[in-house]
C-alpha cells in the first residue's frame, strides 16, 4: 500500500490550491531532477498536471535527456516553492510511466499549438536554426491540417510515486518547521527536522 497517507494528500492538495489562488504565473511549476546510468544529474522546471493519492504526473517527450535518464533510473526528485506563500515542498521516489489511456485524456485538453509543437520539437536535440523549428511546425500544421491532432507515441507522461515527501514552511528568525512523512516497510510515518 504506497498511496499518499490522507493528511499528506490533504495539505499538498490545500497548498496548490493557495498557490493557484494567489494567482502565480506556474503555481504547479516543480524542478524535476533525474539521474542518468553514468551518474549524471540533470535539474530543470517542468509543470504538474495531475496529483491524486498514486502520486505526481508530469509529462514530456518520451526521447528527451529526463526521460532518458528515468529510463536508466527510474527515481526522481521533484521541488516545488511557493516564495509568496512561504512554504516548500520535495518529493522522492520511484517514477514510472502512465498509461496511454490517461496520456490521451490529458492529451486532448491541450491546445492545439501545443500539441504541434509535441510534433515539431525533437526536445532535448541539437537545433541547428529556429528556422528549421519553424519549418518543422509548418510540416505539421500542414499534415493534421483539418483534423484533430493525434498523440505522438514520443509523448506521454511520468508518475512520481513518492516515497518521501517533505513540508518546509518558513518561520522567523530561519526557525522554519520541517515536517518529512517517509514510507518504510510499506507503513508511513512522519517526524520533524531540525530547519
Ligand atoms: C515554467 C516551465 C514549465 C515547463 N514545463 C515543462 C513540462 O511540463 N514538460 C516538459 O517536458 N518541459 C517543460 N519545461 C521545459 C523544461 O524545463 C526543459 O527545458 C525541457 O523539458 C527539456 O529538458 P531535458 O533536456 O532535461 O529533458 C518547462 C519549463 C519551464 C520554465
Known amino acids: 500500500m504506497t498511496n499518499l497517507p490522507h493528511q499528506v494528500y490533504d495539505r499538498f492538495q490545500k497548498l496548490i490550491e493557495r498557490a493557484r ?13 533525474t539521474v542518468g546510468g553514468d551518474g549524471r544529474i540533470s535539474a530543470r522546471v517542468v509543470l504538474l498536471r495531475s496529483f491524486d493519492e498514486r502520486g505526481f504526473v508530469f509529462y514530456t517527450n518520451l526521447n528527451s535527456d529526463k526521460a532518458l535518464q ?33 496520456a490521451d ?9 501545443s500539441q504541434i ?32 491532432v493525434p498523440r505522438p507515441e514520443f509523448w506521454s507522461g511520468f508518475r512520481l510515486v513518492a516515497r518521501r515527501i517533505e513540508f518546509w514552511s518558513n518561520r522567523p528568525a530561519r526557525l522554519h518547521e520541517r515536517t518529512v512523512f517517509e514510507l518504510v516497510d510499506d507503513q508511513w510515518s512522519h517526524r520533524m527536522l531540525y530547519p
Request: charged share 30%; aromatic share 8%.
Open 117 to 148: 509543437g509535441a510534433w515539431a520539437s525533437h526536445q532535448s536535440e541539437t537545433l541547428d536554426s529556429r528556422e528549421t523549428l519553424e519549418h518543422r511546425i509548418a510540416q505539421s500544421e500542414h499534415e493534421f491540417l483539418g483534423q484533430e
Open 70 to 102: 528515468l529510463y536508466a533510473n527510474p527515481n526522481a526528485a521533484i521541488c516545488f516553492h511557493w516564495d509568496e506563500l512561504g512554504e516548500q515542498v520535495r518529493v522522492e521516489g520511484p517514477v514510472e510511466r502512465i498509461s496511454g489511456e490517461e
Open 21 to 33: 489562488q494567489t494567482c502565480l504565473r506556474e503555481p504547479t511549476a516543480m524542478t524535476l531532477a
Open 105 to 113: 485524456a490529458y492529451w486532448r485538453t491541450r491546445a492545439r499549438d
